[in-house]
């Protein structure tokens, strides 16, 4: 069954292009001290719209949300939380930099909101960011230190995660003792009612060879972002990497996605969109060609190459995406919530039919 997640807003949900004038729901934009306490009726806080997005994504019937990692925006921490709270099966992806602690802080986070999710919470780790991001957080860790570093993080949270030493992962004693160039770990390892519990999905993502290396040694699903050359080559690599280490890791591809009734239906929209941000028409250049257009990063999404279309078209492009061995899709829309429900109704069930259908739900459950 492919996996359908939906990238979460992480500075507001509003109707247009432009990321800074975003503000429905109290997102984004500048707001009384008391907004977000105000108790009385008829007031609401900038978190009951993005609760709006997530219930969305979970009654189109998608498997789950993707927090993401923004230094601009809301913590993906606290949204990971409020959407496991505020769901019943949504799978909840949290995005964040190592730097943000400890592996073992930040898996003693996740055991919590694990139990409280039984079981829900999956961890996307962001290896690579810009330097004025790093220098913003403190972040001395530089190059491919980053991934060594990504490495020794995830040895370490699944190396505690578990009662008993991990063989062969650097653990020695009756705790778990882990030595490493930067961390440290001495009689560690969570027990009582810490213990036993599922550890996060891990998903990683990036092109070059150390990120491609890490996902094939300690990641479960590697996200890649469509090329104006495709993914195929990619995939393969990370597919052959994965075979060499003794293991098996799944593809997965961030989209933006903008599918309509019709094609030029789907296109007027994109138009529309450009015209806020942009004086003149789009380049070209943008269209590829084949359904998959170049401009969305102009639009506010973080990757510039999705798919508009009709409903037929985007799912027929999706199946191709799934017959090149991609297995999960991170999807992405504005306005969030209109786009979920277009989603759901339109365009996944022709995508994946027999795993959109309750009956195949309940059977794999």
């Known amino acids: 069954m492919t996996e359908f997640l939906w990238r979460l807003p992480s500075r507001g949900d509003g109707r247009r ?16 001290a008391t907004a977000a306490t105000d108790v009385r009726p008829g007031q609401f806080g900038p978190f009951d719209d993005l609760h709006q997005v997530v219930h969305a994504a979970e009654l189109s019937g998608l498997d789950g949300v993707l927090a993401p990692y923004d230094p601009l925006g809301e913590e993906s ?11 019943r099966h949504a799978r909840v992806v949290v995005e964040f930099h190592p730097a943000f602690g400890t592996p073992v ?70 705790g778990i003792d882990f030595a490493g160039n930067h961390y440290d770990v001495i009689d560690g ?26 996902s094939a040694r300690h990641g479960d699903v590697h996200v890649f972002t469509e090329t104006p050359d495709g993914v195929s080559a990619t995939v393969a690599r990370l597919q052959e990497r994965a075979a060499a280490a003794g293991r098996t890791v799944r593809a997965g591809l961030e989209l933006p996605i903008i599918a309509r009734e019709s094609e030029q239906e789907a296109w007027a929209r994109a138009h529309r969109q450009w015209a806020e941000v942009h004086d003149a028409a789009p380049a070209a250049a943008l269209d590829l060609g084949d359904g998959r257009w170049a401009g969305f990063a102009e639009l506010g999404y973080p990757y510039p190459i999705g798919l508009v279309g009709s409903y037929e078209q985007v799912a027929q492009h999706l199946s191709d995406y799934i017959g090149a061995g991609i297995e999960t899709f991170v999807l992405s829309g504005h306005p969030h919530i209109e786009e979920l429900h277009r989603t759901g109704e339109h365009l996944l069930y022709l995508v994946d039919p027999a795993g959109r259908t309750l009956a195949a739900q309940e059977a794999t459950a």
Do not use: M
Request: aromatic share 8%; hydrophobic share 40%.
């Open 189 to 214: 390892g969570f027990r009582g009612v810490l213990s036993g519990l599922a550890f996060p999905t891990v998903y990683l993502s990036g092109t070059s060879a150390q990120a491609v290396e890490l």
């Open 17 to 32: 292009a432009e990321p800074g004038l975003r503000n429905r729901g109290g997102f984004g934009g500048p707001s009384a």
């Open 105 to 174: 802080y930040a898996a003693k986070v996740s055991t919590t909101l694990q139990r409280l999710s039984q079981g829900r919470l999956a961890w996307r780790i962001a290896v690579e960011t810009d330097e004025a991001d790093a220098r913003a957080r403190g972040d001395r860790v530089a190059g491919e230190d980053r991934y060594a570093r990504a490495a020794e993080f995830l040895t370490v949270a699944r190396g505690v995660w578990n009662e008993t030493p991990v063989p062969g992962a650097g653990f020695a004693g009756t």
């Open 77 to 87: 921490w606290i949204v990971a939380g409020g959407a496991l709270r505020a769901t």
